[in-house]
């Protein structure tokens, strides 16, 4: 069984203040997801990260997949509270067909 | 396109009742699974499938029955609804693997049940 653990579980910041999420595990992935869940929504895509060492950047959150491809971080510059929710990784098995596993999630409260 | 939708939204059941949560997807993805969301547990498998006519189970199958007639729709049924299954039902569909190797799961609104 892959474990994709999440650190830290609950973070609460001030605006324009930067922070990091992380997301670890033992085994290795194909690609690793990052999504966002708004209270009462369903999670939504914010990223797929695929090659080891890659680094994305979608405005002001920056992802990066570790060189080894077993772990990601998320680094948010100057956190608005529009930034404010709950931050779920995803790890695609590096072989055959199976199912995503979701770390058990961030949840990031940014007050104004 | 609608995307993925479920219904109901809300639903309260007492202990032994049966139910179909519905989920339905417009975007002809092959792939859909069911997740339960509990507090401290994150997002947990219930069932999947990779196409019509086939499904599988998750991590977390006990209690809950699928099938799969159409590519659109994926229920999941609870045939004795149970205090322990309360919780917020995700369906998800994805255009199974993607360019990238990986699933992009596109996520339903989600079903918040009450078992009493």
């Known amino acids: 069984t892959q474990l994709l653990e999440q650190s830290p579980q609950f973070l609460s910041i001030q605006e324009g203040e930067n922070l990091t999420v992380y997301c670890n595990s033992s085994?290795?992935?194909?690609?690793l997801q990052w999504y966002r869940q708004e209270p009462g929504e369903g999670p939504v895509l914010l990223v797929t990260v695929v090659t080891g060492g890659e680094v994305k950047k979608l405005k002001r959150l920056t992802f990066q997949f570790g060189d080894a491809r077993k772990d990601s971080s998320l680094h948010i510059t100057a956190a608005q509270p529009g930034d404010t929710g709950l931050y779920l990784c995803a790890g695609a098995p590096e072989s055959g067909y199976s199912t995503l596993t979701f770390g058990k999630g961030t949840m990031l409260l940014v007050s104004p | 396109n609608a995307g993925v939708t479920q219904t109901p939204k809300f639903q309260v059941l007492k202990t032994g009742q049966s139910m179909t949560l519905q989920c339905a997807q417009d975007m002809n993805h092959e792939y859909m699974s069911w997740y339960r969301q509990d507090p401290g547990m994150g997002l947990r498998l219930i069932h999947y499938?990779?196409?019509?006519?086939?499904?599988d189970q998750g991590e977390v199958p006990n209690g809950y029955n699928v099938s799969r007639s159409t590519t659109e729709d994926f229920p999941l049924r609870l045939l004795s609804a149970a205090p322990s299954q309360t919780s917020v039902y995700f369906c998800?569909?994805?255009?199974?693997?993607?360019?990238?190797?990986?699933?992009?799961?596109?996520f339903g609104p989600g079903t918040r049940l009450l078992v009493l």
């Open positions: 499938s990779v196409g019509a006519g086939i499904t």
């Open positions: 085994s290795v992935f194909s690609s």
């Open positions: 998800a569909s994805s255009p199974y693997r993607d360019r990238w190797g990986g699933e992009t799961q596109y």
